[in-house]
Structure formats: C-alpha cells, structure tokens
C-alpha cells in the first residue's frame, strides 16, 4: 500500500491504516528503527512485561522468600540518626 508523507511542523508523518494498526497490534507508543533505506516500526517495548506472571511463578515454586530471611539489619544512618 502506498501512502503520503505529510508535513506536521518540522516533521513528517504518515498516517497508518486501521486495518494495519489491529494486524501489528500497535498501541499508543512505538520503536521506530532504520534498516537501510527502511523505516521499521513496532510496539514499544515495556520493561516490566511479563513480571507479574513471573513472581506468581517464584511464589507457586516457594522461591520468593527474602534472602536474609527474617533477619533485618539496620543501616549505619538507622543505627547513628534515628530517633523513637
């Protein structure tokens, strides 16, 4: 498919058609990168994807328990600038 390339301020852009966007699943935010003479757009990476499923599984497996235990040792500003 053929389209423009519009002017929208000092930019260009291009509109992309729906049928297109529900295909790639494209949200709000995109990665747009160059590939020789090409312009490769793709949704946007989410740092945090697929954590929530990950710690269910740590917790499922019993691996999700605090490396020092119970065992809470207080810092050197806890132990010099805390009051009570």
């Not at 160059?34 to 312009?39: W, Y």
């Amino acid at each position: 498919m053929k389209s423009k390339i519009v002017k929208i301020g000092n930019s260009r852009g291009i509109r992309i058609p729906k049928p297109f966007i529900e295909q790639t699943g494209l949200g709000e935010e995109v990665e747009i990168q160059v590939e020789g003479n090409r312009l490769i757009i793709g949704t946007a990476a989410r740092p945090r994807a697929g954590w929530e499923a990950a710690f269910q599984k740590m917790a499922n497996a019993g691996d999700d328990a605090l490396l020092d235990g119970d065992v809470q040792v207080p810092t050197s500003w806890e132990e010099a600038e805390w009051e009570w």
